[in-house]
């Protein structure tokens, strides 16, 4: 880190502050520079904080927000008017309770600003426009295939966020951005894809482009990641430290939240669960390898078995139908793959001590005949009391909550503080959601 420092620092300041005493009047010019970038600086995460404070809190006293933020009631002031001018801000006057002059509270107006979230899979992709409280204002659906053709996935972003702007009657002005989930490992820093096995993608800018034709600030970032921020502001973890989404259904996938931070590792591929060999030499992964646990209990597997039970092919409708219908040899495959998902889920539970375990995805619709055998294996195989005592809960998400995660990815880029010492603004969330 230091050394990127010394090399983005600028030749001609760095010669004035090793230069001697002669040149001592260079000096100021380069001191005023580096104390006027910070300055700035300061002031949007000043304004930052007091809209993320504002948020969590749902309606703030000027006073408390002083105090909160430890801000110069001045600077809190000057901060606050300029938010009201730009329609962020909403003043409310409250009841006295015991006489004298009502409060005047601040809240944030959701209709201030909008985000857009999309996530893609491999046969469409599902568009929404989300206001400041990470509602829905308007969705679309696109069916084209996206496998091996990523400028075609490019053009039918661009032409799903025209049409759900026009859709939900917003102007592009008022977008705070573009959230992207979608499957692989991602590098979120840079917007790119490296690898998705199941879009057939590799190193595929997905930022650059988009930024370019939309105008538009884009985050790209794992679909099980953005559903886990997703989890933080509008789910079931708003003030859960260390969690885990696990996601089933076609892929099995992992969102780790720890220390209330995302955790995406080294090359942005943890939490790629599915792809843990529980069968050395077992079925052929659609990664390439064999034994996967995405190979043996996903989606497709589970088509597999019954369908070869059968004599016919299967479809996941089919199969959901039969499972509820109680076909024997249905359920017993799908209460097999939960057994051997749920052993896979109590040693990453072994490993992880997570305080809440959220299970997700479109996998949740095989309904107790799959989930119950997990969570089985959870209380029982984790070590220790862990799987005793640790929360488990079922989210029943459709395809329009993976996009609103990427929506919330948004607010909560843009709202973030990446100097803040309070790990708690790590994901932004309301304390009173
Ligand atoms: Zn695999």
Redo the contacts with the bound molecule.
């Keep these: 880190m230091t050394r990127k420092q010394l090399d983005a620092e600028p030749q001609p300041e760095r010669s004035s502050s090793e230069a001697p005493i002669a040149n001592d009047q260079r000096e100021p010019a380069a001191g005023y520079s580096t104390r006027r970038g910070s300055r700035s600086l300061l002031r949007d995460l000043n304004v930052s904080l007091l809209i993320e404070l504002v948020r969590r809190a749902g309606t703030v006293s000027r006073a408390d927000l002083a105090r909160q933020s430890r801000l110069s009631a001045p600077t809190v002031s000057n901060i606050v008017d300029k938010l009201i001018k730009r329609g962020i801000f909403n003043e409310v006057s409250l009841a006295p309770s015991s006489g004298g002059r009502p409060p005047v509270l601040l809240s944030i107006d959701p209709k201030a600003g909008y985000v857009i979230g999309i996530k893609l899979r491999a046969n469409g992709l599902t568009t929404v426009v989300c206001d400041l409280d990470a509602q829905i204002v308007a969705s679309r659906e696109i069916e084209t295939s996206l496998v091996g053709n990523p400028s075609a996935a490019i053009l039918a972003i661009e032409q799903a966020v025209l049409r759900v702007l026009r859709d939900a009657v917003v102007p592009q002005s008022k977008v705070l951005g573009v959230g992207i989930g979608l499957p692989g490992i991602i590098d979120s820093d840079r917007g790119f894809c490296n690898f998705s ?1 199941l879009l057939w993608w590799r190193d595929v800018d997905i930022a650059g482009p988009l930024r370019k034709r939309l105008g538009l600030p884009i985050w790209v970032d794992n679909d099980v990641n953005t559903l886990a921020v997703a989890e933080k502001w509008a789910g079931d973890a708003p003030d859960t430290r260390d969690f885990v989404t696990l996601s089933v259904g076609r892929g099995v996938g992992l969102g780790i939240v720890i220390d209330r931070s995302l955790y995406r590792g080294a090359n942005g591929a943890a939490g ?1 669960f ?2 843990v ?1 529980i069968e050395p030499g077992g079925a052929k ?11 043996i209990v996903g989606e497709g597997a589970l088509r597999r078995s019954v369908g070869e039970q059968l004599g016919r092919d299967i479809t996941r409708d089919e199969l959901i139908s039969l499972v509820r219908d109680g076909d024997l040899a249905a359920r017993a495959v799908v209460e097999n793959a939960g057994r051997r998902l749920g052993q896979a889920v109590a040693n990453m539970m072994t490993l992880l001590n997570p305080e809440l375990l959220i299970i997700c995805g479109e996998g949740t619709e095989l309904g107790a005949t799959f989930l119950d055998p997990i969570v089985a294996a959870v209380r029982e195989q984790t070590f220790g009391d862990l799987g005793r005592t640790v929360d488990v809960k079922v989210q029943l998400w459709g395809d329009e909550a993976w996009a609103v995660g990427a929506a919330t990815q948004v607010l909560r880029e843009s709202f973030s503080l990446p100097n803040s010492d309070d790990k708690s603004h790590a994901i932004w969330h309301r304390i009173n959601a």
Excluded: M
């Design positions: 096995h790629e599915g792809h060999i992964c659609e990664c390439g390898r064999f034994g996967c646990l995405e190979a």
